[in-house]
């Protein structure tokens, strides 16, 4: 099966790499590599957009352009930035939760990723381009569980989470962005307006 979307900057065992529809590019395949033609998911190295980005002493040379690469793979080809909610990506590059659309369409949704099966809470901001906002799919119900787990470790009762399980995507979101790059319109214009970000609906 020829893959339909491209997964950019992924672990090694990242779940994308198990499905047919996808090619995955983890490090040993330099994402910049990346010819176009389908649309893509982009999880460009975030630490350096990061509020503790001053202590990021370990980041490669030329690390934090790559987000600013990845945005204009989005816009060309349709896709979606998977991003922190902290980053500062948003706002100083990419429109923040319920602003208006950038002149390209884009906008951007925030979800916490233990509704889609994380270990932990997750919140994550999603620049999405190329896919109306009223086409997007319906978000899953908010998880009310409680969870032992924690990604730096400082919520009361919970553990840090491990390297793996700080970085993975669960299998929920990934299923999310197929449907969602699914309904990618390329070469159209795309007209949502401010009135319809953001919201939620329960997946079916």
Same mark, same amino acid.
């Given at each position: 099966?020829?893959?339909?979307?491209?997964?950019?900057?992924?672990?090694?065992?990242?779940?994308? *790499? #198990?499905? $047919?529809?996808? $090619?995955?590019?983890?490090?040993?395949? $330099?994402?910049?590599?990346?010819?176009?033609?389908?649309?893509? +998911?982009? @999880?460009?190295?975030?630490?350096? &957009?990061?509020?503790?980005?001053?202590?990021?002493?370990?980041?490669?040379?030329?690390? *934090?352009?790559?987000?600013?690469?990845?945005?204009?793979?989005?816009?060309?080809?349709?896709?979606?930035?998977?991003?922190?909610?902290?980053?500062? %990506?948003?706002?100083? @590059? %990419?429109?923040? +939760? /319920?602003?208006?659309?950038?002149?390209? /369409? /884009?906008?951007?949704? !925030?979800?916490?990723?233990?509704?889609?099966?994380? =270990?932990? @809470? #997750?919140?994550?901001? %999603?620049?999405?381009? /190329?896919?109306?906002?009223?086409?997007?799919?319906?978000?899953?119900?908010?998880?009310?569980?409680?969870?032992?787990?924690?990604?730096?470790?400082? =919520?009361?009762?919970? #553990?840090?989470?491990?390297?793996?399980?700080?970085?993975?995507?669960? !299998?929920?979101?990934?299923? &999310?962005?197929?449907?969602?790059?699914?309904?990618?319109?390329?070469?159209? #214009?795309? !007209?949502?307006?401010?009135? !319809?970000?953001?919201?939620?609906?329960?997946?079916?």
């Amino acid at each position: 099966m020829e893959p339909r979307f491209a997964a950019l900057f992924v672990r090694d065992d990242s779940a994308y *790499k #198990k499905r $047919d529809v996808w $090619d995955a590019f983890d490090s040993t395949r $330099d994402a910049r590599t990346f010819k176009g033609g389908y649309p893509c +998911v982009c @999880h460009p190295p975030c630490r350096k &957009w990061g509020i503790l980005a001053h202590m990021a002493h370990n980041a490669r040379p030329g690390e *934090k352009r790559l987000a600013i690469w990845s945005i204009i793979q989005v816009r060309r080809n349709g896709g979606i930035i998977e991003h922190p909610a902290s980053s500062k %990506l948003f706002k100083k @590059h %990419l429109p923040d +939760v /319920g602003h208006m659309p950038d002149e390209f /369409g /884009g906008f951007t949704i !925030e979800v916490d990723q233990f509704d889609f099966g994380h =270990v932990a @809470h #997750k919140k994550t901001k %999603l620049y999405i381009c /190329g896919v109306d906002f009223k086409d997007l799919p319906c978000l899953p119900s908010k998880r009310l569980d409680h969870t032992d787990r924690s990604i730096c470790g400082n =919520v009361a009762g919970t #553990k840090r989470c491990t390297q793996y399980q700080r970085e993975y995507t669960p !299998e929920a979101l990934i299923d &999310w962005f197929e449907v969602a790059l699914s309904k990618i319109n390329k070469g159209e #214009k795309h !007209e949502t307006s401010k009135s !319809e970000l953001p919201t939620k609906c329960n997946r079916k």
